[in-house]
């Protein structure tokens, strides 16, 4: 603890006075650019191609959105909760900040260029297959409060945006799980901004876009599965891998230090989940039903299956398995929920349940520490949930996939372009990830020193304490 004040406390009086100068010089730098991009952006709000009249929004498909938006956000500290629960007590407050400052951190970028290079027209595309947006939307110039013709034919363009923002925000948080305890909180500011800009708008055009590749070659992913859970999870294993296994694993036995709490999380997200893929029907018509509806018999068919795994395989029925499951049978579905029934979503809780238990056991047996199976859950079960779209997916359900239904209708070609989706997403989100990890490895460190480890990272990072001795 001398060390550590001796750090924090015994500078220099020049030198601490010269990185308090740095700081207000950056921060300086950063609002005056923001300042710009407000300034321009709020001035041509409204008129892009394909925008409808004022006169084209239904206020009650808005009111669904606006509750949708906020069910989203709660999300994210949901998120931080069911962590935050799972870490040891000197840990705690360290993972809720990874996934509470995502809040900021995203909604800045979001704002700047993150959705103009997600959904914004192509600015590079083979053959009129768009692969990245352009900046004709960065500062939120021309998007105003008229409904977009694709996106969100009947609420304003505005809430859509921050509808998707709060997608965007989730996402990194998910991947704080797989180095919980051991990364360096400068380190994972700047990864957040790399990775969002670098892997998820591009996913997110390639899948979402009215010109996104993968859209226009007939992949389906209602809400999420392979923009958000698939990159998300895929590149937990890589920085699992990168940042290294905590201290003492896996000898040592790491317990979760409150489980009521993780309990709690789960509550949260698996209600936030409503949001998350009933919001995606961007309105409150029967197609928002039909998620919800899915959405919950997931979450319950990936509890039971998840709790019966753990009471044959264990001897004893758990709760984190209880609500692990109930989080892999969400993941799984998101990416079908707007496709398919209730029984057809409780079949893909219940095999996410199983599979997912399965991959978290042989992950810890191979010697990986995704410390909160961020790749057990998201990347598996999100890698599940869509291929199994293109099993259970029905147009009886949603008319707008007609003659690209599931194998289970009699599709096949839907089956094929969900495993070429997968396939590219997995392989993209790896590289790219690795890439952006080995970067920063190697100029700013990932992994906080030996001693700081043990202290734990509430108080070497952050100077705090979640519980008073």
């Not at 180095?179 to 994972?188: Q, S, W």
């Not at 049978?329 to 997912?356: E, M, N």
């Not at 969900?418 to 590289?431: E, G, K, N, S």
């Not at 480890?453 to 001795?469: F, I, K, R």
Request: aromatic fraction near 10%; charged fraction near 10%; glycine fraction near 12%.
């Amino acid at each position: 603890m001398n060390n550590l004040k001796d750090r924090c406390l015994g500078q220099h009086p020049a030198a601490f006075l010269w990185q308090r100068l740095r700081r207000v010089q950056l921060l300086r730098g950063a609002f005056a650019s923001f300042a710009i991009l407000a300034l321009t952006g709020c001035s041509a709000a409204g008129h892009a191609d394909q925008h409808l009249g004022a006169d084209a929004i239904d206020t009650g498909d808005t009111a669904w959105m606006l509750i949708s938006t906020a069910l989203v956000m709660l999300m994210t500290p949901a998120l931080a909760l069911f962590y935050g629960g799972l870490v040891r007590s000197k840990n705690v407050l360290s993972i809720i900040m990874q996934s509470f400052i995502a809040l900021g951190v995203i909604t800045l970028i979001w704002l700047l260029y993150g959705y103009s290079l997600a959904f914004s027209p192509s600015i590079l595309s083979i053959g009129g297959y768009g692969l990245i947006g352009s900046l004709d939307w960065a500062g939120v110039r021309n998007v105003g409060m008229a409904p977009h013709a694709v996106y969100c034919p009947t609420v304003p363009h505005r809430l859509f945006m921050l509808y998707q923002c709060m997608f965007a925000i989730i996402t990194p948080a998910l991947i704080s799980g797989a180095f919980a305890e051991r990364m360096k909180f400068k380190t994972y500011l700047v990864f957040v901004v790399l990775w969002a800009t670098l892997v998820y708008c591009p996913v997110a055009h390639w899948v979402w876009s009215e010109n996104g590749w993968l859209r226009k070659i007939g992949s389906l992913d209602f809400a999420g599965g392979t923009v958000v859970h698939m990159t998300s999870g895929f590149t937990a294993l890589a920085a699992a891998i990168m940042v290294g296994p905590r201290r003492g694993f896996p000898r040592q036995a790491f317990i979760p230090h409150n489980l009521v709490l993780t309990l709690l999380g789960v509550g949260l997200l698996w209600m936030g989940w409503f949001g998350f893929n009933g919001g995606s029907a961007i309105g409150s018509g029967q197609l928002a039903v039909v998620a919800f509806l899915a959405t919950h018999c997931a979450a319950a068919g990936g509890a039971l299956s998840w709790t019966c795994y753990d009471w044959l395989l264990k001897d004893r029925p758990t709760l984190l398995g209880a609500g692990s499951g109930a989080v892999a049978g969400l993941v799984a579905v998101t990416p079908a929920s707007g496709f398919v029934g209730p029984l057809s979503g409780f079949a893909i809780g219940v095999a996410a349940g199983v599979l997912c238990a399965y991959v978290v056991t042989w992950r810890a047996r191979r010697g990986i520490d995704d410390a909160l199976d961020a790749f057990g859950v998201h990347g598996v079960g999100g890698t599940l949930g869509a291929l199994l779209t293109g099993v259970f997916a029905s147009a009886y359900l949603n008319p707008a996939i007609a003659g690209n239904e599931g194998l289970i209708h009699g599709g096949f070609r839907l089956l094929i372009v969900q495993f070429l989706a997968v396939i590219v997403t997995l392989v993209y989100t790896l590289v790219v990830s690795w890439v952006i990890l080995k970067v920063l490895d190697l100029t700013m460190g990932l992994r906080v020193a030996h001693d700081d480890e043990e202290m734990g990272l509430d108080l070497t990072q952050h100077g705090e304490a979640a519980y008073s001795s």
